[in-house]
């Protein structure tokens, strides 16, 4: 236990102390989250200001075109195409829009706008929704004499409230943070696999072509070097994670703060990110978003997270310690050995996509229950709620399997690893691999 | 002597062949011993069973006059592998505490130990430096330290000297020398026979996994002798023939000679002083380990190692 834990360490201080970890640890999260600052900052500035003319040939307008204070459309009349274009040399105007005579909204016509320079994607998108509101109006009025407004209440649709038997009542924007939570923490899930997966499997790889594994085994165990090392990067994944958080719950506290105009911004486009806010924003019930956050169990979601992260990195660690151990240097190698670690996790990745939409789904409670799925899909079900959704006998028996799932696959990739990290030449097949777990 | 390790019929097979077959030798405390062999002989699986790198298949290994408990034994003996490993990163202090720690000295003894034997090999600035900035026979050096800080009761060196240069060499030759006489057992391997004629009390030799030779250095040397003799008279002889030896080759008035059966030194002697002619010199000579190695190993290269 006293070796394990001498591995650790130096397994654990030998990737803290790089400078790399510094980078990826603490400056990746500020680089992410400087550039999307940054995008806002400058969605928030460099909001263009166009004149754009319109020459209205056929009055299909009636001389009335709703535009912000960013789109002024004025109309024109009696000018030529050729004015027109001096002016936007002149820079009077940004550009104009040409009907021409005859033009009928029932046709399919097209109106062309022309500008001095390129229109961005974004701003063509405002000027099209401007002119085709106007258009829609004025069709709407001149055919069924209704106008835009008395059509929305009319399209209205009223919202309908979700509860369950047991009375408790589900709002939608509750359905909605859990689907946006389960997908994250199922993803985080599998991202960390992944990671720290790997990072084992190139520890174990460079031990095997600096020859030092050898000198190590003489003094431990293969056992006690494998579990060390696991030991050792799982933490530094640990507290990697930790500062991780921590950045980003600060950055989301200053940021703002460095930034003004960002909130509103932020807020805007949250409002606009998902359909269950805009029913709170439109029931005037903002409220229904907060109360479905504090729904949200997040203490058990966290302590949850670690132990999925905790067995799930366990689980898979080893498998890829004993890929590891059965390779040389050559990458290429390790990829054919790892395809059959890498399916269960992508299967997993696929059942969470499910899980997310029906929590309750038969695929999803097996999900969550195989040990080699289970930390991805269990985490994604977890956020809809324990024991709503989730009951506690599939969590104790997730839990249960996840915990015999990776004594399991250790003790498997221990007997691999013994043999594997004296081989050196050629890489071994899956035919050796069996025949080392097992003899 | 009391034996320190003992190997009763100890077997290793692999799939296709048997690697160690059958190998059983005793080794004395405070000896330095030779395990030689050709490359492919066994020596290295030998070497990680006695080290509870591997399990034999059967047979049993005596350690210290007790069986061999891998766990807890390890911690008395120091190998040095061929496939020399280090940490090409760490730090070379670092490394050499982490080692020693493995070994289970504490971080003060180790640290105590580390410092001792950098001063006395002429590492000390090397404290700071990297693996990777080593030259090969320096890390051979740090590899050295770190198979003997923990003072083992037993060290075994695969090929120590391979990339020393004659300086260096001659260095670990001397710590061999003392970590022995400070009662330290060593397990020498190599295919490097004037080292072994030099260092080693006692040799086995194995060849396809079976031992074919066992005994001290001399005794060897005169279960392999050929009655060849030098001599240097001090005039050349008239007649030379005579039925006790047989000339091999003539250098002026110096002979290489082999003294046919039934007949000793003193009657080519006697032979020589009976004529007058004085004698200025007259050695017996050995046959060399190389030699002695290259004969059995060819002797034995019919044999088959496979499962029949």
């Keep these: ?439 | 002597m009391a034996s320190i390790l003992q190997l009763h019929n100890l077997k290793k097979y692999y799939a296709t062949q048997k690697a160690v077959d059958d190998i059983s030798f005793d080794i004395e405390e405070g000896n330095i011993f030779g395990l030689l062999g050709p490359n492919g002989a066994g020596k290295t699986t030998l070497l990680r069973m006695i080290t509870g790198i591997f399990y034999p298949d059967s047979g049993s290994i005596t350690f210290d006059g007790r069986p061999f408990d891998p766990e807890n034994d390890i911690i008395k003996i120091g190998y040095m592998p061929e496939e020399r490993g280090l940490y090409k990163k760490m730090k070379i202090g670092e490394q050499a505490l982490y080692l020693a720690q493995l070994k289970g000295l504490s971080r003060s003894d180790a640290m105590k130990q580390i410092k001792f034997w950098f001063k006395r090999l002429e590492m000390e600035s090397w404290w700071s430096k990297k693996v990777e900035d080593l030259s090969k026979g320096m890390s051979q050096k740090l590899q050295f330290v770190t198979t003997v800080l923990h003072e083992p009761k037993l060290i075994i060196l695969d090929e120590p000297f391979s990339g020393l240069d004659p300086v260096n060499a001659n260095l670990i030759k001397d710590e061999i020398y003392g970590l022995a006489q400070r009662g330290s057992t060593i397990i020498f391997s190599t295919h490097r026979m004037e080292q072994v004629e030099e260092i080693c009390d006692h040799i086995v030799l194995v060849n396809l996994g079976k031992k074919i030779l066992d005994g001290t250095v001399s005794e060897v040397k005169q279960q392999f002798k050929e009655h060849k003799f030098s001599i240097k008279l001090g005039s050349i002889p008239n007649g030379i023939d005579d039925a006790a030896y047989e000339v091999i080759e003539q250098k002026g008035n110096a002979f290489t000679m082999k003294i046919n059966d039934g007949f000793q030194s003193n009657d080519v002697l006697q032979h020589f002083i009976g004529q007058g002619i004085m004698i200025e010199s007259f050695n017996e000579i050995l046959p060399s380990l190389n030699d002695i190695f290259i004969q059995l190993v060819n002797d034995t290269k019919s044999v088959s190692r496979a499962f029949n």
């Design chain 1, 1 to 439: 236990m006293n070796k394990i834990w001498i591995i650790a360490r130096r397994e654990f201080l030998s990737r803290v102390q790089k400078k790399t970890f510094l980078y990826t640890t603490i400056l990746l999260p500020i680089v992410i989250f400087g550039l999307y600052g940054l995008i806002i900052y400058f969605s928030v500035k460099t909001a263009d200001h166009f004149k754009i003319a319109i020459a209205d040939n056929a009055k299909v307008f009636v001389g009335k075109i709703d535009g912000k204070e960013d789109f002024q459309f004025v109309f024109v009349q009696n000018e030529s195409i050729a004015s027109l274009k001096e002016k936007i040399a002149k820079k009077e105007l940004d550009g104009y829009v040409w009907v021409p005579e005859g033009f009928s909204t029932a046709n399919g016509d097209t109106i062309s706008f022309v500008s001095g320079k390129t229109v961005g994607l974004m701003n063509r998108e405002q000027i099209q929704k401007h002119i085709n509101n106007s258009l829609e109006q004025q069709r709407l009025l001149s055919s069924l004499q209704i106008s835009k407004s008395q059509l929305d209440s009319m399209q209205k649709g009223r919202d309908i409230k979700f509860a369950t038997v047991d009375g408790k009542e589900e709002n939608d924007a509750k359905a909605g943070i859990s689907f946006g939570v389960g997908y994250a923490s199922g993803f985080l899930i599998y991202i960390v696999l992944f990671i720290y997966g790997t990072m084992v499997m190139r520890g174990v790889m460079e031990e095997k072509t600096n020859r030092i594994a050898e000198v190590i085994i003489s003094s431990v165990k293969p056992f006690q070097l494998m579990m060390g090392k696991i030991t050792g990067i799982g933490a530094v994944g640990l507290v990697q994670f930790i500062i991780w958080i921590v950045l980003t719950v600060t950055l989301r506290i200053f940021l703002p703060l460095l930034i003004p105009g960002m909130v509103e911004t932020t807020n805007v486009m949250n409002h606009g990110a998902t359909e269950a806010m805009q029913t709170a924003k439109n029931s005037g019930a903002f409220d229904s978003v907060m109360s479905g956050l504090s729904d949200i169990n997040f203490g058990l979601i966290l302590s949850c997270f670690i132990f999925y992260f905790i067995g799930g990195y366990l689980l898979y660690s080893s498998l890829f310690a004993a890929v590891g151990s059965a390779v040389n240097e050559d990458p290429q190698d390790a990829q054919s050995l790892l395809l059959p670690i890498t399916m269960p996790i992508i299967f997993g990745i696929v059942i969470m996509t499910k899980a997310v939409n029906d929590p309750t789904s038969g695929l999803a409670v097996f999900g969550s229950l195989f040990p080699l799925t289970s930390p991805i899909v269990m985490m994604a079900r977890i956020p809809f709620g324990v024991p709503n959704t989730v009951p506690y006998w599939q969590l104790a028996l997730s839990m249960i399997f996840l915990i015999l799932g990776f004594l399991s696959t250790t003790w498997v990739s221990a007997r691999i690893y013994r043999v594997g990290i004296l081989m050196y030449g050629k890489k071994a097949t899956w035919k050796e691999l069996w025949k080392w777990a097992w003899r």
